[in-house]
């Protein structure tokens, strides 16, 4: 197993966030945390890369304690993007290089330069690269963080509504990497989705969040009519088109 998560539970101001979260996440999965606003996506996420200290459990990447390891270790262990990320006054090329700080010893080296070049290649990012950060689009500097985060060599990534910011083009491009990304290495990925469409295109692994516990965990098999509806409260159907499972609201709910 690449991330084992047991029995975590978080709670902010005495009122319980996420409790009994306990799953697991093979090498070459995609993971989509699935679920309304406010039921503890994010928190979840950030306890896996120790942002967040738990109450209670252990999150174990490749058997290594991240509630006992240092922030060194967890960066060469867990590439986490967030959500929102801060523009500072920094070039997209030195940006992503500093994704290569848990790796880099006195000096950065060429192996580190070629890593960094192939990310942006990766993420056909080379007309950018040496524009500021700070005046970037939000899209743009998303995909620069996604660069960032895949030049830590990680074993897991985490990534927070990877496409939240971005247009459809760009949400294919983000996503159809990641998912090469764990397909050709030895790794793992965990997002945090609102499309259930989108995670049902990318993601092999599904967990549905309901009052902060898993209300349904698995692969395909889980992701029907009646849990949607139990999770988020909307009547929904679910259909095969073109080789692809799609979640389609039925007609009248909205009134």
């Known amino acids: 197993m690449i991330l084992e998560v047991d029995d975590v539970a978080f709670t902010y101001r005495s009122a319980p966030v996420i409790r009994e979260v306990t799953f697991a996440l093979r090498p070459h999965e995609t993971l989509a945390i699935l679920g309304p606003n406010g039921v503890g996506k994010t928190t979840l996420l950030k306890c896996m890369n120790a942002i967040l200290k738990p109450r209670c459990g252990s999150i174990l990447v490749e058997g290594t304690d991240m509630l006992r390891a240092d922030r060194m270790e967890i960066a060469r262990k867990v590439g986490y993007v967030s ?86 083009r760009n949400q294919l491009d983000i996503l159809g990497i990641v998912r090469q990304v764990v397909a ?63 979640v389609i609201p039925l007609a009248g709910h909205e009134a």
């Open 184 to 246: 050709d290495h030895d790794v793992s990925a965990v997002m945090t989705m609102h499309d259930l469409n989108l995670a049902l295109r990318y993601a092999d692994r599904f967990i549905f969040l309901r009052d902060g516990i898993i209300h349904a965990a698995g692969g395909i098999e889980v992701v029907t009519p009646e849990t949607i509806e139990a999770v988020y409260g909307v009547p929904v159907t679910v259909e095969r088109y073109n080789g692809f499972s799609l």
């Open 83 to 168: 959500q929102k990320c801060e523009a500072g006054r920094l070039t997209a090329f030195d940006a992503i290089l500093l994704g290569r700080r848990p790796h880099i010893g006195w000096n950065v080296s060429e192996k580190d330069l070629k890593i960094v070049e192939a990310a942006i290649r990766r993420l056909r990012l080379e007309d950018l690269s040496l524009r500021y950060i700070d005046e970037m689009s939000g899209g743009e500097l998303q995909k620069v963080n996604i660069a960032r985060a895949l030049v830590q060599e990680p074993r897991l990534l985490l990534l927070d509504e990877p496409t939240s910011s971005l247009d459809l």
